[in-house]
């Protein structure tokens, strides 16, 4: 079955680059987009952009052009690079894979914290 | 973007009870890309119900979904303990896609 696993420090410090992969396994990947949304603590979820694995991209402008998605189909992984984070970054960072029938394969979250 | 707005905020119910949840949007969104989920601590979201009233894989028939334009709506027709979640309405027809902020079914 298709499974999705985020990785990365879980620390990261204000202004600097928050950079997460997701490993993805049990999918082809040649169809569908691979998405990152996020969720800061006791609040709602928030899209910050899919990837294909062609490498076409499609990010949410809230982000300012911020983020940054890059593809490695040899690995299976795809990652997410942000700039100049604050603490309003502070989140959980899901990966997931998006489908014409909505979100329906999630990695189980990692919490990044931006503090100094 | 699209504003989905989500009501009521939180549902106090019992178990055996009916849940209606709302999601309205700022603008009309194609049925084909509505969805629903569900939500429990600790755990990243579920998918339920897609296509506005399409139950996910393995999603029990006490789900479902309708609605169209701007005005959808999730019923979970007789609550059963494990249903008791925060659940998120989403629209992924026009970029940015966006969420609800969500309904807190509780226990009553």
């Known amino acids: 079955q298709v499974q999705l696993q985020e990785s990365g420090p879980g620390l990261v410090k204000p202004s600097g680059t928050l950079s997460l992969t997701c490993t993805v396994s049990?999918?082809?990947?040649?169809?569908?987009?691979w998405n990152w949304i996020r969720q800061p603590p006791g609040k709602k979820l928030e899209w910050i952009g899919y990837?294909?694995?062609?490498?076409?991209?499609n990010s949410n402008p809230s982000l300012k052009s911020r983020a940054t998605l890059s593809f490695d189909t040899s690995k299976k992984q795809f990652s997410l690079k942000l700039t100049s984070v604050t603490a309003a970054d502070t989140a959980i960072y899901y990966c997931?894979?998006?489908?014409?029938?909505?979100?329906?394969?999630w990695g189980q979250g990692t919490l990044v914290t931006v503090s100094s | 973007e699209i504003v989905l707005t989500q009501s009521p905020g939180t549902l106090s119910l019992s178990p055996g009870e009916r849940a209606t949840l709302s999601c309205r949007a700022s603008q009309t969104v194609s049925s084909t890309y509505l969805a629903w989920y569900q939500q429990k601590p600790g755990q990243p979201p579920r998918l339920l119900i897609y296509g506005t009233s399409t139950r996910a894989t393995g999603i029990p028939d006490r789900f479902s979904g309708s609605g169209s334009g701007t005005d959808f709506s999730l019923t979970i027709s007789r609550l059963e303990p494990d249903d008791f979640a925060v659940y998120y309405c989403q629209q992924y027809d026009r970029s940015p896609q966006t969420f609800g902020q969500g309904t807190k079914v509780e226990i009553k």
């Open positions: 997931a894979r998006g489908t014409v029938a909505g979100v329906d394969h």
């Open positions: 049990g999918d082809s990947i040649t169809k569908n987009n």
């Open positions: 990837i294909f694995n062609s490498g076409s991209t």
